[in-house]
């Protein structure tokens, strides 16, 4: 070759392999980056775990066979594998922050009440608010976890605002709540509807609980239980979801101490991982007559083994501290779990339970979270009650706007987004009326 091609030569050499190098790159971040499959038709085969057929394979055939054995059973491999297992009920202190007469237009009872949960000399406060009617004494009522503060539920000016990490998002900076997030998540929490209809309200910041980011659990309630947890192998060991409902139990503790809420007419509610984590609280605590589900999606309602939107590997990867450890086993692999979600609202029968989805929300797979409740009607026929209906299940996958919501387990497909409207609210006060009024 002419010595005056030669840089031409290199040049095109090295410009090929550059794009090879950069072919083979994108190759490999197209095989990483992970896609999200909604089509019925690639969902992979499966088998569900049976609920009625315990670990050695011996047939549940009665309600005693059910709560002595089987529903232990599950409960114990919901904990081991899924979410992990928290610590005993600890000590728990309250103290009144502030308290107004005359909330929402005069109807309710407003207050802030801190409830510290003790173990030893470390402890982990809440604030608690709380919203009573007025015109009456020991009301049954909804309790929530909220994502970004109490302040946010209602736009008084009055309510204290979290010092604790809130995730930066609209007016939130350096993960500081500000003032100009008041009452920005009311839409949500139609308060003045509630009390209405004679119920009460309590919700928390779950950043009070445990801030809601991976750092080794160094932070919110985790380490006070270091002794207590260090029997506990570490693949068991409770994560967020786990500590956001053992705080909602705590909660309810102190209900046992306030007249003016009936600790016996508790409704559970909580949306998207809080739902998650409101359905585990349920299941781990039978003082909730009533768990409302709402879009809570993979690790919530949906069955894993759909692998629809949300999967095992792609919710440990982006939320490693929501489960316990165990549970990366089923990354891929979810025909390994011993569980699926239909048994997690088998563990809440015979109470009441509520699972609401949205067209929208694919990626909580709606469909999914219907076919939980479907396998979850039999437990609650084998415990003589109506499950999804007295006439059956449904058959079909309900069209929007039309709840199921004649027996124990209600359910309702809703147009439009991932969110908390107050047309599932109108469905969970009407359900609550049946099942907790
Ligand atoms: C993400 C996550 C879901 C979760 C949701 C939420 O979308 O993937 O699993 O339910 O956040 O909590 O808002």
């Given at each position: 070759m002419p010595p005056s091609l030669e840089p031409i030569v290199k040049f095109f050499t090295c410009s090929i392999s550059l794009l090879a190098v950069l072919i083979i790159h994108t190759k490999v971040l197209a095989q990483n980056r992970f896609v999200p499959n909604y089509d019925e038709s690639a969902i992979p085969a499966y088998e569900l775990p049976s609920a009625l057929i315990t670990n050695q394979g011996a047939a549940v055939t009665d309600a005693s066979i059910w709560k002595e054995s089987r529903r232990p059973e599950i409960l114990e491999l919901f904990a081991a594998e899924v979410y992990g297992r928290g610590p005993e009920a600890c000590e728990i202190q309250h103290q009144t922050i502030s308290k107004k007469s005359n909330a929402i237009g005069g109807k309710a009872i407003r207050r802030e009440v801190d409830v510290k949960m003790l173990t030893g000399s470390r402890s982990t406060t809440m604030r608690l608010l709380i919203y009573t009617p007025k015109?009456?004494?020991?009301v049954p009522v909804f309790i929530g976890l909220n994502f970004q503060g109490n302040h946010t539920v209602d736009a008084a000016d009055d309510i204290s605002i979290t010092k604790n990490w809130v995730r930066n998002r609209g007016d939130v900076k350096n993960n500081r709540a500000t003032e100009a997030t008041r009452g920005t998540a009311a839409g949500r929490w139609p308060i003045e509807t509630i009390i209405d209809r004679g119920y009460g309200l309590v919700t928390i910041y779950y950043g009070d609980i445990d801030p809601d980011f991976a750092d080794g659990f160094q932070n919110g309630i985790h380490p006070q239980f270091e002794k207590e947890m260090s029997s506990v192998p570490q693949g068991e060991r409770w994560g967020s979801i786990a500590a956001w409902a053992y705080a909602l139990s705590r909660a309810v503790d102190y209900f046992e101490q306030d007249e003016t809420i009936d600790a016996e007419r508790v409704a559970v509610i909580g949306h998207s991982r809080l739902g998650k984590t409101s359905l585990w609280a349920g299941a781990t605590d039978p003082r909730f007559k009533l768990v409302i589900s709402n879009n809570s999606g993979c690790g919530g309602a949906a069955l894993s083994r759909r692998a629809v939107g949300e999967t095992v590997a792609r919710i440990n990867t982006s939320?490693?501290?929501?489960?316990?450890?165990?549970?990366?086993?089923?990354?891929?692999?979810?025909?390994?779990?011993?569980?699926?979600q239909h048994m997690l609202i088998g563990l809440i029968a015979p109470r009441a339970v509520y699972v609401a989805s949205a067209t929208g929300d694919k990626w909580a797979d709606p469909r999914g979270e219907f076919l939980s409740c479907i396998h979850a009607d039999p437990i609650y026929r084998l415990l003589g009650n109506s499950g999804m209906g007295s006439s059956g299940p449904p058959a079909e996958f309900p069209t929007a706007q039309a709840p199921i919501n004649s027996g124990r387990v209600g359910y309702h497909l809703r147009t439009g987004k991932h969110d908390v409207t107050d047309y599932d609210w109108a469905q969970y006060l009407d359900f609550a009326d049946r099942h907790v009024k």
């Open positions: 015109s009456a004494a020991s939320f490693p501290h929501w489960f316990c450890d165990n549970y990366l086993k089923y990354n891929q692999n979810e025909n390994a779990c011993p569980v699926d």
